[in-house]
Nanobody, 126 residues
Framework: QVQVVESGGGLVQAGGSLSLSCTASEPTFSSYAIAWFRQAPGKERQIVAAISWDGYRIYYADFVKGRFTISRDYAKNAVYLQMNSLEPEDTAVYSC???????????????????WGQGTQVTVSS
């Protein structure tokens, strides 16, 4: 069992930046693929970014390419999502999820992820 905790959400004006953190106390967290998902009111959950356990394979949804950066810090047992040039359309609850991937890669669908955080609200005002 891996307990995932997100932090860093908040309110920001359009064009601003926020950094989200995803951490876990279990050392095995560093061996999991990690993804950030988001869900806006009335909309389906969508993947934002994902990173393999070794950090070499990274995925970004088209709508965040060039604006968001996912990274991981093994010393801190954490994964980060740096969000720049935020737009009102980025307003959503952002959740971090972890999964073991047998090929060392990542998944892009939510049902493949086993461990989820409680989510953190990101609100971008226009």
């Amino acid at each position: 069992q891996v307990q995932v905790v997100e932090s860093g959400g908040g309110l920001v004006q359009a064009g601003g930046s926020l950094s989200l953190s995803c951490t876990a106390s279990e050392p095995t967290f560093s061996s999991y693929a990690i993804a950030w998902f988001r869900q806006a009111p009335g909309k389906e959950r969508q993947i934002v970014a994902a990173i393999s356990w070794d950090g070499y394979r990274i995925y970004y949804a088209d709508f965040v390419k060039g604006r968001f950066t996912i990274s991981r810090d093994y010393a801190k047992n954490a994964v980060y999502l740096q969000m720049n040039s935020l737009e009102p359309e980025d307003t959503a609850v952002y959740s971090c999820a972890a999964a073991w991937h047998s090929d060392g890669s990542y998944y892009t669908t939510s049902f493949e992820y086993d461990y989820w955080g409680q989510g953190t609200q990101v609100t971008v005002s226009s």
